[in-house]
Every structure is written in C-alpha cells, then in structure tokens.
C-alpha cells in the first residue's frame, strides 16, 4: 500500500529557513506530480507548490513564490520544499500529496491520489 511520509518540519523564527521532505514507500516508484498543501487552525487546506515528475515543470501559490522552492530526486521517489524566509504566516501542517495518473488540470488543481499525514511547521516572530 502507498504511504507518504513528510519530514523537516517544526518551530522556528521568522526569516529563518526549513527543507521538508516527502518519501514515498509501498509499490509505487512513480507518480506524475507531487505537490505540497499546507492547513493553518481554523483555515481551509491551501495549495503551495507543485512538480511535474516528467520535465520538472513547477507550479507556486502567489504567497510563496521567491521563497519557496519545490525539488525532487527522481532515484529516492522524494520532493523537497525549501522553505526560506519564513513569516510567522506560513505557520500550518504541510501535506505532500502525489498524483498517479495524468490530468489536463493545472497542477494547482490537480486531483491528487495520496496523502501524507504532515509535518507541523511554527515560525514565530
């Protein structure tokens, strides 16, 4: 069975930096996109980021965009956030999400299959 594990998280200051990182284990050694969402208390789950596993082709949530990079290995199965300059509004639970199949959809709004449990990220002022 598929599972996704998401790791790096935790508490830190504003304009500090954090890598997460999502492995996938079980059967699947392949996905067509990963992606990252992220649920601050009392919020609705938010896309931030997004990556094509074929061409490497990125997509980015406006508020993150410059700050945030999204990454993967292709032998490991895992994609990476890098997280830089960190505000006390990026304060949630990341989920790494990852899609099996294709889809005409825009990467923000893809349907995605998996899901990982997530990583808390703090960042306080």
């Known amino acids: 069975q598929v599972q996704l594990v998401e790791s790096g998280g935790g508490m830190v200051q504003a304009g500090d930096s954090l890598r997460l990182s999502c492995t996938s284990s079980g059967r699947a050694v392949s996905y067509y996109a990963m992606a990252w969402f992220r649920q601050a208390p009392g919020k609705e789950r938010e896309f931030v980021a997004a990556i094509a596993w074929s061409g490497g082709s990125t997509s980015y949530f406006d508020s993150v965009k410059g700050r945030f990079t999204i990454s993967r290995d292709n032998a490991k199965i895992t994609v990476y956030l890098q997280m830089n300059s960190l505000k006390p509004e990026d304060t949630a639970v990341y989920y790494c999400?990852?899609?099996?199949?294709?889809?005409?959809?825009?990467?923000?709004?893809?349907?995605?299959?998996?899901w990982g449990q997530g990583t808390q990220v703090s960042v306080s002022s």
């Open positions: 999400a990852a899609a099996y199949r294709f889809s005409n959809r825009d990467l923000s709004k893809f349907p995605y299959d998996y």
